[in-house]
């Protein structure tokens, strides 16, 4: 018939698996490449670069999340040797696991997205692992809203992972309550400290160069009465104070003022104006935006906790954990994708230092725990059920 093609379709649809908000979040967002009002760039170059503590904080972090040693393990064994394992002691020619995930855990402070390529085939281990910059990558969002490529962008030239086919990257990014695609730095929330901090770091560095001295004005008054200087007077007058008076080798060297000119100080001196006291309360705004305790960075006047010992407890505790264990169990569930095995990857909290009190404490209190089973105890310490299924003890 001539109309038929106006006629419904019977044929049900396959099935499709797809989050209810998918379609409201494309509606939002599709096309569009989300970035923070202060790019990672400018963040980096500032907070990091540019600032001890920023630099201080994210290195204390990355470098003692990425010595933490971890472990690979499934319902009933904890692997002592796995291709995984050995893929995470050697990722690449140029980096070992610390290296590379102090890069990864780097990136995801500064940034709040880390990015992780796998090279070789999908089916199989992968023969390499590298980090991504997280200023070169883009979330391409599809129509659903979901990610269906990444592209990564160098000068001119961009290369295109394809997420829907392809197992190639995992993503790793802190939480954003405002944006589908990127995570939050802490950079970011620490931005505006940032500031203050490096412009009084400015201000003490041209006070120094001023021989730490305010500046002030010099009042002319004429023997007239007049208070203006002639052009020549007043040329002559700049170049002195340029060639003899500015500058750090010009510190305290007495000025000469000819009859007409007085010297009247202007401004506050340092004490006045708090500076110091200024310049540490920034400081522990950035330290405190990076949960990192302000006693562990030298800076002075915090009095949060009695001791040196008590503060790294709770840095590991509150900071180097958290961020671990999530970044390990993003990787091990995809790395695990390549195998086909359902593994887990964790930090092992039992060669953690600076837990030692809190671990002998609770093995104690697991021990002496008589109405427990054995396999009840393994469980509570987050170790695999024993090989021959013993669950007495």
């Not at 379709?9 to 979040?25: C, D, F, I, N, Y």
């Not at 000025?255 to 340092?270: A, C, T």
Request: net charge negative; proline share 6%.
């Amino acid at each position: 018939m001539v109309f038929d093609f106006l006629r419904r379709q019977t044929t049900e649809a396959p099935e499709h698996k797809a989050s209810a908000t998918g379609p409201v979040v494309a509606y939002h967002s599709a096309g569009r490449v989300a970035w923070s009002p202060r790019d990672t760039v400018s963040l980096t170059r500032t907070g990091f670069s540019g600032n001890p503590v920023g630099y201080r904080s994210v290195k204390l972090i990355a470098e003692s999340a990425a010595a933490l040693p971890l472990v690979l393990q499934d319902g009933q064994t904890r692997f002592e040797e796995h291709p995984l394992l050995g893929l995470l002691t050697s990722p690449n020619l140029a980096q070992g696991r610390a290296e590379l995930f102090e890069t990864l855990f780097g990136q995801l402070l500064l940034s709040g997205d880390g990015y992780l390529e796998a090279v070789g085939d999908d089916d199989a281990v992968p023969l390499e692992l590298h980090v991504l910059r997280s200023d070169r990558m883009n979330v391409v969002p599809g129509t659903d809203g979901w990610p269906v490529a990444y592209e990564y962008k160098v000068g001119a030239r961009a290369h295109r992972f394809d997420a829907t086919q392809s197992n190639t990257i995992c993503h790793v990014r802190n939480f954003h309550p405002q944006d589908d695609h990127y995570g939050f730095s802490p950079l970011q929330a620490a931005a505006m400290a940032v500031d203050v901090h490096n412009a009084a770091s400015r201000w003490s560095k041209a006070l120094l160069d001023n021989a730490a001295r305010p500046s002030g004005a010099i009042v002319y008054k004429g023997m007239d009465g007049s208070g203006s200087l002639s052009t020549d007077q007043y040329d002559r007058l700049v170049s002195e104070m340029e060639s003899h008076h500015q500058g750090a080798r010009n510190a305290g060297r007495p000025m000469l003022l000819e009859g007409g000119l007085d010297w009247k100080p202007m401004g506050f001196s340092p004490s006045d104006m708090e500076f110091q006291k200024t310049k540490e309360s920034a400081a522990r705004e950035i330290a405190l935006a990076f949960g990192v305790p302000p006693m562990l960075l030298g800076i002075q006047g915090d009095a949060t906790y009695a001791n040196y010992q008590e503060a790294n407890r709770a840095f590991y505790r509150l900071t180097v954990l958290p961020l671990a264990t999530r970044v390990a169990a993003t990787v091990g569930t995809w790395l695990s994708r390549f195998t086909g095995e359902t593994l887990v990857l964790k930090p092992d909290l039992d060669q953690v230092p600076a837990l030692a009190a809190e671990r002998d404490a609770q093995w104690s209190r697991v021990q002496g725990a008589d109405f427990l089973s054995k396999a009840e105890k393994r469980r509570l310490l987050g170790l695999p059920a024993e090989a021959d299924g013993t669950s007495d003890g």
